[in-house]
């Protein structure tokens, strides 16, 4: 490849100088055939003046002899080829040679004698036969010279380019192949001639300049490879979904948390377009509308469909994917899952609302129990005066039935909204299952058929009566509603059941052990998936208005997790629902309940009544009369408080309102305990959240009791405060 290289040099050389001496060459050439040419001109012009001035005066002189010798002298010349002689009226007296041929110069001239007289005309014709063999002479000449030049100039070069030039080149070259082969080295070369010289030291520059570019290139591919490993990482480990589309919807990239989040694979994903993920279309519209009108969106709420057609609460935040020249390539963005963040704000709006209800509750509880104490006062003194057995006495014992459920709906509110205290005893289900069962039939129409699997060997469990009562009435009265048209099958069976740790039933937040398992089923209607999840939110209620509130099952849910224990639920439209409570088994006795029967207790004693309510003063004056007290009633608390000091003996028991104006029943007894410490009292309330049993009881008083109060209710409480006495 050297030699090569120095063949060419020589070659390219070469041809410079044959070029230049085949330039020179011509020019010499073409400066000597100009310079013969003149010479020949000159002389053709000498001659032709010699002539014409003979011949003019031997045709001034008629002397054709002399002319006709004159010719022939004239043709003897070596370059004249022809000659023709007219007379002035152009008529010709000689015509001899030839007028053709190559290099031919062919002269005319007029025949004037003294410069003025016209005596004919004369034409001549020669050649420059001398010029053809000068030319030949100098064309060989100037071959020569460049074929000397030629021929030294390159020996001559070749020497100066071998020592100064090729080997240098040569080394050079070899410098260049290593720098090639990605060696970048400075080449050694020193000492050459200016102009090689400059080219090493260019050589040189660009040998270090492309070091230091690798160098750089080296450090740049690093912290390319660095930021596309911590982008892939980034993008597959972010815990938000990524994507990028196409503008007609293809996905070109989606990182893991899409996938997990759509639920499909890799290449399910490259099926699909974008718009098919959305619930709406015209959603997506709507999105791209915006984002190609403003360049960019944050948190666009939208909801999206998994693989399996579930939604998905999301929030969409998304950018222009352009090109290098501006154009739109597609979009890209980041979309984040707030389902579960939504159902945990609807928790909290629940747990709001169930505040709300709490302090509404609170607020109108006193009231409304006063009004119920009203009630159930005066019918339970009607229902003393009616006729036994009448019409009349059945009626009022309805009233009284619904006043108790009144109560009992007001207390389970206030249990609802944590509001209300709850006694929990250990207790077995069986008896009070068995006992809701038979009130339960007698309101279930006989298209529908009772089922009972009772086990009797069912464990104790921690748990308010009331409420046990309440939460078998609530489900089978709802599966009463399911299949009070087409009847059916209702199913009730309590049992044993042991949760270990591999159970399934973990995953409702239950503690191993042992539990008792309420099952209660129909065969009815069913509950579509779309309402199952929402079937324990409060005020959710599929039935028709005057068929329930949408508290129930919220209440029974609330109890049992109140409980440790769990409810769950199984339905199917068209099939049928199966409600399961457990209740977590407790290793206690069993508190035997017992029922109020018997006479009410009557008494003698004094009695100081204080209510601000002026019919519950009346009724309860009333009632207290009937019962064989003597009673003082006021319906002020300071008033109260001022008949008290007057005589503090003068009374046995005092019986007050908690909330009154000016005083509360709290402060009155307090003030009363001061002058008259053994004096027993009773605190009534219809609700107070300033008070409660243990407070009260703190204060000195000696019963605390809620409203609504029946009449055998305040009779029993008024012996027990005397007869401790």
Known sequence: MQHSLGKTLNIRIGLVILCVNIVIS?????????????????????????????????????????????????????????????????????????FQGKSVVHISNELRYGGQTLVGFIEIAFVNIEWIKQKNVIFFTVLCMVGTTLVTTFLFITFLLGRHLVQPLKNLQQDMVSLADGKFRQSNLRGQKREIQ??????????????????????????????????????????????????????????????????????????????????????????LKTLESEGSVDDYKVNLLTKDGKIKNCLLSASLWKGAAGELLGYQG????????????????QAQKMEAIGTLAGGIAHDFNNILSIILGYTDLAREDAPPDSKFAS?????????????????????????????????????????????LRSSIPTTIEIRENIDSKSGVVLADPTQINQILMNLCTNANHAMEESGGILTIALNSIHVDKSDRLLSLNIEPGEYVLLTVADTGSGIGPDVLDKIFDPYFTTKEVGKGTGLGLAIIHGIIVDYGGAITVESEVGKGTTFRVYFPVVEQEELTIIKGVGKIPMGNERILFVDDEELLIEMGQDMLERLGYSVTVRSNSLDALATFQNDPAAFDVIITDQTMPGMTGADLARRMLQIRPDIPIILCTGYSNLIDEKTAKSLGVKEFTLKPLTKGTIAKLLRKVLDEL
């Open 26 to 98: 011509i020019i010499f050439f073409a400066f000597s055939v100009r310079l013969a040419e003149n010479d020949f001109n000159n002389n053709i012009e000498l001659q032709t003046k010699h002539l014409s001035d003979a011949f003019t005066q031997q045709l001034w002189l008629f002397d054709l002899n002399a002319t006709q010798k004159l010719s022939v002298l004239a043709l003897d010349a070596s370059d004249i080829m022809g000659l023709r002689l007219l007379d002035h009226n152009k008529k010709i007296i000689i015509d001899e040679g030839s």
């Open 198 to 287: 400059n080219i090493i030291d260019v050589f040189n520059k660009m040998a270090s300049a492309l070091a230091q570019r690798e160098k750089d290139q080296l450090k740049t591919e690093q912290k390319l490879r660095e930021s596309q490993e911590r982008y892939i990482s980034l993008f597959n480990g972010s815990k938000d979904s990524i994507f990028t589309t196409t503008k007609e919807g293809v996905f070109v990239d989606i990182n893991p948390a899409m996938l997990t989040l759509l639920g499909y694979t890799e290449k399910e994903v490259e099926k699909i377009i974008a718009s098919e993920i959305y619930e709406s279309r015209d959603d997506r519209v709507s999105f």
């Open 334 to 349: 980041i979309v984040r899952d707030i389902t579960e963040q939504k159902r945990l704000e609807g928790q909290v709006y």
């Open 395 to 439: 009626d009022l014992d309805k009233v009284l039935e619904a006043g108790k459920r009144a109560k009992d709906l007001v207390q389970q509110i206030l249990a609802f909204s944590r509001q209300a205290e709850i006694e929990r005893i250990p207790i077995q289900l069986q008896s009070l299952i068995k006992e809701a069962l038979k009130m």
